[in-house]
């Protein structure tokens, strides 16, 4: 059964780094000494073991499941069960069904911080989670980019119909600086976080760069490969761990 703090990481469209941001999270908050669970509930478009480059299986044990370890955080997909890059052909309450195991069949342990990686937008699953998980505290992940921005604002919406808790706003792919310079390149537009939390009337937590550089091979993702990302997480965890502290309750 899941415990301790609940954060969805959610966006309103795919291809703003809403899951980059929920493992980067999960990552920064382990690193800080936290129990930290990471579960990728986006269940027909998940990345989590792409990105973390997982090829291992979760294991069972009298008949619950047990998460995939990666450093030091717990696991858990839809990705890690199926064959392949198969595609999952289910309709919405099927996949609900595959959301209720990982919630309540996964051996999870203690948990001081569980961060859910959500389907973007507000569909069928984000609906069941609004309705099992009452007290959700939720991150609403946009780019600068205007139609993000606009498209965001209804998940952030969604959250507050149903009486959850925005934690705030997460501006991604922010701004280029290159590698030898403190310029920076404004690339998908300006301040868009910004007036997102002020529209949801709640706090912009982060603005994470693009850490692009010309000798790259590709731009780095996880906070292990650049200093620049774990600077931005880490401020960013911080913030998480002020607005819910770990309780005596979650460490029991």
Known sequence: MLNGNVIAVTSGKGGVGKSTVAINLALTLANSGKEVALIDLDVYGNSVPKILNITSKPKTMNNKIIPVGYENIKVMSMGFL?????PIIWRGPMAGKMVDHFLDEVIWGKVDYAILDMPPGTGDISLDLHNKLPNLNEIIV????????HVAERAGLMAKETNHTILGVVENMSYFTPSLGTEKYFLFGKDGGQ?????????LLAQIPICYTQIDEQP?????DSPTLLEAYQSLSDKIS??????QKNLS
């Open 242 to 247: 002020r607005k819910l502290p770990v309780t």
């Open 82 to 86: 199926t064959k392949g890059n198969d």
């Open 195 to 203: 007036a997102l939390a002020t529209n949801l009337n709640t706090e």
């Open 220 to 224: 780095p993702l996880l906070i292990n």
């Open 142 to 149: 946009t780019t600068p980019h205007p139609n993000a921005v």
